[in-house]
């Protein structure tokens, strides 16, 4: 089936979180993480190179909204929701949504027990191994790597300082020099003060299995759960952000706000690292609730 294209005048935003709750697009890349990559592209598939890069910038820092269908409604755990200080409430999908809701619970019986919240070793999710063996470089490679960026960083400031007038970045490169700069700060924390097993994250921390009792328990209680809590972020192990967050939008409707790079840690601890994001990233003013960069910014 053809994938979705962006109609015309159709925001980019919006069209990426229609494209990812497209039914077919759902059953043919079933994976969010490539599902994403397709639905950025087609965003931008009229774009040129720096609008492009841009637009996939912002989304890959901050995040995108989708609106609820069955196929993305999830009921979290209690152990999977954060508190972000925010004002909370109770949303009652059978209520609000009926019909969605029916067709939810009819998926759900179809499915039967296949019908499960993601939890380690599911296809979306590696297993500790396979995210350590990822992790894992070789040593050698990983100097090579550094020393060239470190040559091409020193190209770069040799060539401003004998410039006769200051570079003015582009939105998108100053969005790569940010990014680059959390990179960066995150293998200087790890080699300085390395120790193993000391950055292990959510990937690698060793899981207890529930048993078998516990197991059944909690998905008989998602089987008949119908409630989330709004403006409460949850952990979505199974990707492609690391939170989601149910919100209501200007329209007074529910959807999914999707946010942070789960491949990266929150240094809001480091007074210096939380200042240095929140200037960069405007949190003073982070916009509507209903948008990913307000939760972007609520976490640090």
Request: aromatic fraction near 12%; hydrophobic fraction near 30%.
């Amino acid at each position: 089936m053809p994938i979705p294209k962006r109609k015309k005048d159709e925001d980019k935003t919006q069209f990426v979180s229609r494209c990812m709750g497209d039914s077919v697009m759902k059953k043919d890349y079933p994976n969010n993480s490539q599902r994403v990559a397709i639905c950025l592209d087609q965003a931008t598939a009229d774009c040129d190179c720096v609008e492009a890069a841009d637009f996939k910038m912002q989304l890959e820092l901050y995040g995108y909204e989708e609106d609820i269908d069955d196929d993305n409604f999830y009921i979290p755990t209690q152990a999977e929701y954060e508190d972000f200080g925010e004002e909370t409430e109770e949303w009652d999908i059978a209520q609000a949504k009926p019909g969605l809701w029916d067709n939810i619970r009819k998926k759900k019986d179809r499915l039967g027990k296949k019908y499960k919240p993601a939890k380690p070793g599911d296809p979306d999710r590696p297993d500790k191994d396979a995210w350590k063996k990822a992790q894992s470089g070789d040593s050698e490679m990983a100097i090579d790597q550094i020393m060239k960026m470190h040559d091409q960083l020193m190209e770069v400031v040799a060539k401003m300082q004998t410039m006769q007038i200051p570079v003015e970045f582009q939105d998108w490169t100053k969005d790569m020099i940010s990014k680059a700069e959390i990179y960066v700060q995150n293998v200087y924390d790890f080699v300085k003060y390395y120790e193993p097993g000391k950055y292990e994250d959510e990937y690698t921390k060793e899981v207890d299995e529930p048993s078998e009792m516990e197991t059944e328990d909690s998905y008989a209680s998602e089987y008949q759960g119908r409630k989330v809590t709004l403006n409460k972020p949850f952990r979505t192990s199974n990707g492609p952000k690391k939170f989601a967050v149910y919100v209501k939008n200007e329209s007074g409707n529910v959807v999914i706000v999707r946010f942070g790079d789960p491949n990266m840690t929150i240094k809001k601890n480091i007074p210096e690292r939380r200042k240095s994001f929140r200037a960069r990233h405007n949190c003073d003013n982070p916009g509507p609730k209903w948008k990913a960069r307000y939760w972007a910014c609520k976490s640090w």
